[in-house]
């Protein structure tokens, strides 16, 4: 297959790309007491220096006491941490790239109040669980969503090319988006998807008043849940449609649409992944993400499942198709921060196969 489709430069306000390659982000807890270190600027500065063409940094938590379940994962509040971030910034700039952080909330996700009171839509962790902390408050929605648009605000100061929320994976956005955890009885909740998706709509607002109209805002999104990988949020396409077009009103700019497998259908009588069905209805930009180039996917990799490189044909024949317009990859790059010009140059020989042991390192 031509490799043309994925070194295609892409444009989308302020944001302009020379390929179509995406790190996608990954969560690394190499941050001691949450402030990014000279060997993470030197990782993200690795992918840079080797033509990704947009890196999302790991999640980085917003300003609420539990918004992180490791103290070792990076905060995207405070002095330190921020004059950290901006070495980031620096570093990969000046290695020719572009970089957004991964705005993250975790929400109830870690099950238990570790680093401070957890918040949470109904003070449950999935689906039928038992609750084991109180719902979050009017107060604590509020300062949460002052939080994620004082991160975007300080992400835009510090030289970042954009941002991400991160939505999916079961974690605090993703917590109101699921009925199984959002059974809540004010505005935030309802029967209907795009009723449970008003709480990250107001921090899509709260965000689009911090950074202005120009400035990229991308969200990520999953149907599966690491309590639940079989659970969706929309079953059919009528109900991503609810689901996506408030979220896009409210000023998400990019969907990031989370897959285990991002060959797979995501709705029956249809060849259209989950990217290729937001992109169809919403007419927003998608950036496709699920094992690609490997042949296993990551859930078994945490399990210590190896993967081998695997041919990405079927990848460039969708998005020389604009099914979607880029694509996550994770776990290669994870291994080998070459692997976007080992694809380029026709090196596919020299493609490594992902160890779980990358996991352990900071390279």
């Known amino acids: 297959m031509s490799l043309d ?8 306000k302020s944001l302009k790309l020379p390929n179509r390659t995406v790190m996608a982000p990954m969560t690394r807890s190499f941050s001691p007491g949450g402030v990014a270190t000279d060997e993470v600027a030197a990782y993200y500065r690795r992918r840079a220096e080797n033509k ?20 070792n994962i990076p905060r995207f509040h405070g002095d330190k941490e921020l004059a ?18 991964q705005l993250w909330h975790v929400g109830s996700a870690q099950g238990k109040d570790k680093l401070g009171k957890v918040d949470s839509p109904s003070g449950i962790s999935k689906a039928g669980g038992e609750p084991f902390t109180t719902p979050m408050t009017d107060a604590d929605v509020a300062d949460t969503i002052a939080a994620f648009a004082t991160a975007a605000a300080d992400a835009k100061r ?10 999916a994976h079961g974690y605090l956005i993703d917590q109101f988006f699921w009925n199984g955890t959002n059974i809540r009885e004010d ?21 689009r008043a911090a950074v202005g109209p120009d400035y990229p805002v991308i969200i990520r999104l999953s149907q599966w849940k690491q309590q639940d990988f079989s659970v969706k949020n929309a079953e059919t396409p009528q109900l991503l449609e609810a689901w996506l077009q408030p979220l896009a009103d409210a000023g998400a700019d990019i969907f990031h649409c989370s897959q285990r497998r991002f060959w797979e259908p995501e709705f029956e009588g249809s060849d259209l992944n989950f990217a290729g069905w937001a992109k169809k209805l919403t007419g927003a930009p998608t950036i496709t993400v699920g094992s690609v180039g490997l042949s296993g996917e990551f859930v078994a990799a945490f399990a210590g499942e190896g993967s081998q490189p ?34 380029r140059d026709g090196r596919t020989d020299e493609l490594l196969n992902y160890e779980r042991s990358a996991l352990a390192t900071l390279y």
Do not use: C, Y
């Open 5 to 12: 489709a994925l070194f295609k430069p892409f444009e989308f």
């Open 52 to 71: 990704v063409g947009l890196i999302i940094t790991e999640g980085t938590g917003v300003a609420r006491p539990a918004s992180l379940n490791d103290a």
């Open 84 to 101: 950290a971030w901006k070495k980031v910034v620096d570093e990969v700039h000046a290695a020719g790239g572009l970089i957004a952080p």
């Open 158 to 167: 510090l030289g970042f090319d954009a941002i991400e929320l991160h939505g």
């Open 187 to 207: 505005h935030l909740n309802g029967p209907t998807i795009a009723e449970r998706s008003r709480f990250a709509a107001e921090i899509l607002k709260a965000v």
């Open 310 to 343: 695997a041919s990405i044909d079927g990848l460039l024949e969708r998005l020389a198709r604009d099914e979607f317009d880029l694509v996550g990859i994770g776990r290669a790059l994870l291994q080998d921060p070459e692997w976007v010009v080992k694809i």
